[in-house]
């Protein structure tokens, strides 16, 4: 039971703002791409914006609009052809611990176990053993898999494995935490799960959040701001708060205020839409 008490309080306490200052600021940046034939491809023209510091933001858009791009872009693992983009003041030149990412694949180590999965970053930077498992056990506990600790990868299902995965980044306590469509392979039933369970992670946490997603409801359910993105070239169309107060459920996709939501979210992609099809 030792164990257990030592864990009960969060790890990584949540952070307050310090400066007015966005936590991510994304400053007139474009993408283009030189492709075979010799012709230019824009794959974001002139995106800007601003996520303060425990937002939780959305990206949600027509395939093909740029929003992965500007995640990757974000998390320094390609550069933009022109603009700016800064976290924590810090303009990014690359990958930095600074930011955690969660893609929509599997990205597990499957000769590790869970439990040391999730070290894995903690142990790089060189952290003791004792503190280690200490945050170890906390996001174990977080995202319900501390009777998995020991489990590999290949034992897990779909959902396990993504649970991990966000555990993994939250326990590495980056500025920002980016997640690339992380719930687009499951089956509706394991994603609404996943769903439920970030946002009771998320309440906890308060981490700056952007995450990419096609489905407009999940845009709604998790986020502070949804970007509406453009594509052709990928734009921001509009930005949009979310009305409906937090704590959330599920049983808000039936409120009024979530319905007229999502009826002027179409509305701004029905044009995109109509072309992609």
Not at 138 to 146: A, K
Request: charged share 25%.
């Amino acid at each position: 039971m030792g164990a257990v008490t030592a864990v009960q309080m969060p790890v990584n306490p949540v952070r307050k703002p310090e400066t007015t200052q966005p936590r991510l600021q994304v400053d007139q940046v474009c993408l283009r791409y030189r492709s075979s034939d010799g012709n230019t491809f824009t794959a974001l023209e002139n995106v800007s914006l601003n996520v303060p510091d425990q937002q939780f933001a959305v990206l949600v858009g027509p395939s093909g609009c740029g929003k992965s791009s500007l995640l990757y872009l974000t998390a320094g693992l390609a550069e933009p052809t022109s603009g700016n983009i800064h976290v924590g003041g810090q303009r990014v030149r690359g990958p930095g611990a600074d930011r955690g990412m969660v893609f929509q694949s599997y990205t597990l180590f499957p000769w590790l176990s869970v439990r040391d999965n999730i070290a894995f970053g903690l142990k790089r930077k060189g952290m003791g053993a004792r503190e280690r498992k200490e945050i170890v056990d906390y996001y174990l506990d977080e995202v319900g898999l501390t009777a998995f600790a020991e489990r590999y990868p290949k034992q897990l299902s779909g959902g396990m494995m993504q649970r991990v995965a966000i555990a993994r980044a939250l326990a590495n306590d980056p500025q920002i935490l980016l997640m690339d469509e992380p719930f687009g392979a499951l089956d509706s039933q394991t994603r609404m799960q996943m769903q439920q369970l970030l946002l009771r992670v998320w309440e906890h946490s308060k981490k700056t959040v952007v995450f990419v997603t096609h489905d407009i409801d999940e845009a709604i359910l998790l986020g502070d701001r949804v970007y509406v993105m453009g594509a052709r070239p990928g734009r921001i169309k509009r930005e949009l708060d979310v009305p409906m107060p937090r704590p959330r459920d599920m049983d808000m996709v039936m409120e009024r205020e979530f319905i007229e939501m999502k009826r002027d979210i179409l509305g701004l992609l029905h044009d995109d839409l109509q072309v992609a099809h």
